[in-house]
């Protein structure tokens, strides 16, 4: 079935070029020129991915994404025009799953859309076993499913992936730059501002109930799990110094 995109902008212009553009590509596109009807449309679609603006008329594209994260965990790419939105993405610690900068081509838009979308699939991981324990928190790589001490947990779409990559390294530190490379991808992970993958950990940590030393920060530099039950962690491993951007 094809996936359900909701566009919330206040410019009509680029609402109707981007609806035009993804029904095209096959999208059931639905549009809100507010953040107040596009969380009316949210509730009765349950679309699979948001467009959000910012700068709407009265309540803004962050203040929605608040309100759409206690209903859903279909990911949210935002639209900004200015840098300092881009601060307040990071600074509201949302968990927003991505954001393009305006003006912005709808060829760069369409591929964004579709890389979140093809993250959420949930390939199992190659040559593993369906499910991984670590300790209390089972992870069903398949069903895209985790558990903590037997109850499930909902992960947003990139902490899920988070959670995967680190699990896949096995114990081995991967860096906040190479999670965000692999994230979202290789030239648009360079650009992503860091802080955003620490927010995603955070996030993560706390469903997970999990402490600081299961999903370890390594010092300036990145992000490792720890496994007592199978993951012998080598000492001074990867910890060479790596240039702070
Ligand atoms: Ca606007």
């Known amino acids: 079935m094809a996936p359900t995109l909701l566009i919330v902008e206040d410019e009509q212009d680029i609402s109707y070029v981007?609806?035009?553009?993804?029904?095209?590509?096959?999208?059931?596109?639905?549009?809100?020129?507010?953040?107040?009807?596009?969380?009316?449309?949210?509730?009765a679609h349950k679309p699979d991915i948001f467009i959000l603006d910012i700068t709407l008329p009265k309540m803004d594209g962050l203040e929605l994404m608040q309100k759409l994260r206690e209903e859903t965990a279909a990911p949210v790419l935002f639209l900004t025009a200015k840098r300092d939105e881009i601060d307040r993405i990071v600074g509201l610690k949302l968990g927003a799953d991505d954001y393009i900068t305006k003006p912005f081509s709808i060829r760069e838009l369409s591929l964004r859309v579709k890389a979140i979308l093809?993250?959420?699939?949930?390939?199992?991981?190659?040559?593993?076993?369906?499910?991984?324990?670590?300790?209390?928190?089972?992870?069903?790589?398949?069903?895209?499913?985790?558990?903590?001490?037997?109850?499930?947990?909902?992960l947003a779409p990139k902490e899920f992936q988070i959670l995967k990559l680190l699990v896949e390294a096995d114990g081995k530190i991967l860096s906040r730059d190479q999670l965000a490379q692999h994230?979202?991808?290789?030239?648009?992970?360079?650009?992503?501002?860091?802080?955003?993958?620490?927010?995603?950990?955070?996030?993560?940590?706390?469903?997970?109930?999990?402490?600081?030393?299961?999903?370890?920060?390594?010092?300036?530099?990145?992000?490792?799990?720890?496994?007592?039950?199978?993951?012998?962690?080598?000492?001074?491993?990867?910890?060479?110094?790596?240039?702070?951007?």
Do not use: C
């Not at 199992?124 to 947990?153: M, N, W, Y």
């Not at 940590?205 to 490792?224: C, H, P, W």
């Open 18 to 43: 981007l609806k035009a553009n993804f029904k095209k590509e096959g999208y059931n596109v639905l549009t809100a020129p507010s953040a107040e009807a596009g969380l009316k449309l949210a509730r």
């Open 183 to 245: 994230l979202w991808g290789p030239e648009q992970g360079l650009e992503m501002d860091i802080r955003i993958v620490d927010q995603h950990i955070a996030r993560l940590r706390k469903k997970l109930m999990t402490e600081r030393d299961r999903i370890a920060t390594v010092s300036n530099f990145g992000y490792q799990i720890k496994n007592p039950e199978r993951v012998p962690v080598a000492a001074g491993a990867g910890r060479s110094a790596k240039k702070s951007r």
């Open 118 to 154: 093809r993250h959420m699939t949930g390939r199992p991981a190659a040559g593993k076993e369906k499910t991984t324990k670590l300790g209390d928190i089972e992870i069903d790589f398949e069903r895209h499913e985790v558990k903590v001490h037997g109850a499930s947990v909902s």
